[in-house]
Structures are given as structure tokens and as C-alpha cells.
């Protein structure tokens, strides 16, 4: 079990990948060759449909099933079941409660905006109508806000969480289910309440946290031990920490060594499913096998190095998830209209590339720059939006 330093830098790293993943997010909701190309499909704009498409795709798809895997993760770790009241009310907080409210809000503003001409191009919707059924609408099924899905995804995994743990706490049992899970998944045996694939990942990861928790976490400990050892330290304690509050040199080469194995051997796996993922008429597992083996693989890789000190405008996470979309899509159509006398030219191409990958940098500016503001003159207002998290460590 962490400690100390060890336990600082396992949130941190998880801190980390939380904001890798929001990146790749973005970019999932970035494509914009199609605004860009005026109906062109050929030369520069192929080119440029097969970059967005293999990071939007390729990388970016892999953001919400690793979101699952640590989402899972913390839930169940150092789980027994007088913590799960305890768990579920934070649950409440945290992702409940941010659902509901980001869905009213998306509602209301698209509502609102559907109403102007100027920018009902922009939304893409006709006027919408006020009503309790499209409030119920909006609510239960995440009608004006899709980006959701994966929040109500993850309040069905939370709901039967208790179901999860009874099954995995056995470790034949917990096998025996996530055996099942992967049948289920290649032959389609789908659910909506949750998806049989998002109960995949969430299982998973619960089965390690139960029961592989050294494994996932042996850097951490490793490293505190190693730094005990060097120093002649029999006690544990934390190590000492530079300016930027990383803990210096502590971490032993044969960890980094490893970290770096199984990492390289993660990416190994990742490639190969990847490229059964994208061979004609692939089972829908690999792309699974391959959405689980690269949040993994970045978790191996981030053990064995020293990450630099998590800033506040990383910690948005579901202000910028909830966000994102909007400063996308605003971005990108906006963008179009101003250079649609560009349309389909090398230039309009370049500008849609430079456009795309700039979008994750804006979007956390933006975010930033009005999570700043709420934090200081609307704390309340901050506290439900973000579902109760911090900016500051």
C-alpha cells in the first residue's frame, strides 16, 4: 500500500492521464475536413482526412474507456462495503448532479440560440420548444448535450457497483465474469443500462483494484522503499521534494526499467490490435482489447518516469469535459465562415489542420479563463459545475 510520496504521486499520475484523456476528447469532436473542404475529397483533403481521422479516431476513441478504467479504479479501491454509502453520496456530488445541471444548461442554450437567426446556422437546430417533456428529454437522455453519454453511462456503473464488487471480490468468480463480458461483447449481446463494453472496462478495472492493486501500484511503493534504502531509512517517510513539489531522484532504475518493459510490451499489444481493429469487417472485441491496452499502456509508461508537477489548469477535468464541445464547435464553425471564400483550396486545408490541432489548447484556455472566474466571484456556482473539484492540489 502507497504511502507518503508514493500516495501524492499516484493521484498525480492519475491527475495526468485524466488531462491526457480530456485532450484526446477534444479531438475526438474536432473533425472539421468537412467544413473546411467545400464537398472535396480527394488529394490534400484525403491527406487531411486521414490525420484527423487516426487521432480523432485512432487515439482519441481510447479517452472514455480509460476514464472507466480510473474512474473504476477509485472507486474500488480500498473498497469494502461500509464505504460504499459513503462512495455513493460522493457519487452524487461529483458525477450525478454536474450531469443534471450540464444537461439543463446545454438544453436552455441551444433553446435560446435556436431562437436567433444569426446563429441558428451555428447550433444546427430549429427553433426548440420550452417543455417539461424536453427538460425530461434533455435529462434522461442527454438529447441537446451527447458528449453526456459517457456520465450516464458511468451513473449506471456506479448504481450496480455493489454487483460488480460481489462478483470480482472472488478472484475465480471475477474471472469467470469478465470472461463472460468479452463473450458477450463478440457476440453482441449488448445492454444500454450500462453498455456491455463500458461494464467491460469498468470490471477490469475493478478486478485489479481488487486484487492486483500491488501490481498496478508497485512503482509507487518501489520507489519510497528505494529512496528508504539509499538513504539508510528503515521508517517510511516521505521523500524530499524540489520547488516544483516533484520528489527527487527516487525513483530506482530497475523500476524504470521495468516500467519502460511493459509499457514497450503494452504498445506491442496496442499495435496489433489495433491493426485487427481496422482490418475489413473486424470484431467489434479488438477495438475493446485495443481502447483498453492504450489507457494501460500509458499507465505503465507514467510509472517509471518522473511526471512534472500537475498545474491548475489541468485539473478541470468535468468543467472542460462539459465545456469543450461548446468552444469547439464554435471554433471550427466560425472559422468555416470566415474562410469560406478558401473553400476546398490547399489553403483551406491547411488552415482546417492548423485549426484541429490547436482546438485542445483553446479549449483549455477558454475553459481555464471562465473556471477562474467562477472560482473567484461564483464559488457555489463553480463547486456543482465541476461536480466539487479543485483547480489547486
Given at each position: 500500500m502507497v504511502t507518503g510520496?508514493?500516495?501524492?504521486?499516484?493521484?498525480?499520475?492519475?491527475?495526468?492521464?485524466?488531462?491526457?484523456?480530456?485532450?484526446?476528447?477534444?479531438?475526438?469532436?474536432?473533425?472539421?475536413?468537412?467544413?473546411?473542404?467545400?464537398?472535396?475529397?480527394?488529394?490534400?483533403?484525403?491527406?487531411?482526412?486521414?490525420?484527423?481521422?487516426?487521432?480523432?479516431?485512432?487515439?482519441?476513441?481510447?479517452?472514455?474507456?480509460?476514464?472507466?478504467?480510473?474512474?473504476?479504479?477509485?472507486?474500488?479501491?480500498?473498497?469494502?462495503?461500509?464505504?460504499?454509502?459513503?462512495?455513493?453520496k460522493s457519487r452524487v456530488f461529483s458525477v450525478l448532479i454536474p450531469y443534471v445541471v450540464w444537461n439543463l444548461i446545454y438544453y436552455l442554450g441551444y433553446m435560446a440560440a435556436s431562437r436567433?437567426?444569426?446563429?441558428?446556422?451555428?447550433?444546427?437546430?430549429?427553433?426548440?420548444?420550452?417543455?417539461?417533456?424536453?427538460i425530461w428529454r434533455a435529462v434522461s437522455q442527454y438529447a441537446y448535450?451527447?458528449?453526456?453519454?459517457?456520465?450516464?453511462?458511468?451513473i449506471f456503473l456506479i448504481i450496480v457497483s455493489p454487483m460488480i464488487y460481489a462478483l470480482v471480490k472472488n478472484r475465480a468468480v471475477g474471472l469467470f465474469w469478465i470472461v463472460g463480458l468479452v463473450f458477450a461483447v463478440h457476440l453482441h449481446l449488448d445492454m444500454r443500462h450500462p453498455n456491455t463494453d463500458?461494464?467491460?472496462?469498468?470490471?477490469?478495472?475493478?478486478?485489479?483494484?481488487?486484487?492486483?492493486?500491488?501490481?498496478?501500484?508497485?512503482?509507487?511503493?518501489?520507489?519510497?522503499a528505494g529512496w528508504n534504502a539509499d538513504h539508510g531509512t528503515k521508517e517510511k517517510k516521505a521523500a524530499p521534494e524540489d520547488k516544483d513539489g516533484n520528489t527527487a531522484g527516487v525513483i530506482p532504475a530497475h523500476v524504470r526499467r521495468r516500467c519502460f518493459a511493459e509499457g514497450l510490451a503494452g504498445v506491442m499489444i496496442s499495435v496489433f490490435c489495433y491493426r485487427r481493429m481496422m482490418a475489413p469487417e473486424a470484431a467489434v472485441l479488438w477495438t475493446c482489447f485495443y481502447r483498453m491496452a492504450v489507457p494501460m499502456t500509458c499507465w505503465a509508461f507514467a510509472c517509471g518516469v518522473r511526471l512534472p508537477k500537475i498545474r491548475p489548469w489541468m485539473r478541470q477535468s468535468m468543467f472542460l469535459y462539459a465545456i469543450h464541445f461548446i468552444?469547439?464547435?464554435?471554433?471550427?464553425?466560425?472559422?468555416?465562415?470566415?474562410?469560406?471564400?478558401?473553400?476546398?483550396?490547399?489553403t483551406a486545408a491547411g488552415i482546417s489542420l492548423v485549426v484541429y490541432f490547436l482546438l485542445p489548447a483553446i479549449?483549455?484556455?477558454?475553459?481555464?479563463?471562465?473556471?477562474?472566474?467562477?472560482v473567484r466571484f461564483l464559488p457555489g456556482v463553480w463547486r456543482v459545475l465541476s461536480g466539487g473539484r479543485k483547480l489547486e492540489g
Open positions: 510520496s508514493g500516495e501524492r504521486r499516484f493521484h498525480d499520475q492519475i491527475s495526468w492521464l485524466m488531462f491526457l484523456f480530456s485532450i484526446f476528447v477534444i479531438w475526438v469532436h474536432s473533425y472539421n475536413v468537412d467544413l473546411f473542404s467545400g464537398g472535396a475529397q480527394d488529394g490534400i483533403w484525403s491527406l487531411a482526412d486521414r490525420i484527423e481521422n487516426f487521432v480523432s479516431v485512432g487515439l482519441g476513441q481510447i479517452a472514455v474507456p480509460g476514464f472507466f478504467l480510473l474512474s473504476s479504479y477509485l472507486f474500488f479501491r480500498n473498497f469494502s462495503w461500509d464505504k460504499l454509502v459513503g462512495k455513493w436567433f437567426l444569426a446563429i441558428r446556422s451555428v447550433v444546427g437546430r430549429d427553433i426548440i420548444p420550452f417543455s417539461v417533456q424536453e448535450a451527447p458528449i453526456f453519454w459517457y456520465l450516464y453511462q458511468l463500458a461494464l467491460l472496462y469498468y470490471s477490469v478495472a475493478a478486478y485489479f483494484a481488487v486484487h492486483r492493486r500491488g501490481l498496478v501500484e508497485r512503482s509507487m511503493e518501489e520507489e519510497a468552444v469547439v464547435r464554435f471554433v471550427n464553425k466560425g472559422t468555416a465562415v470566415v474562410t469560406r471564400s478558401l473553400a476546398g483550396t490547399t479549449a483549455v484556455i477558454a475553459s481555464y479563463i471562465l473556471a477562474k472566474f467562477l
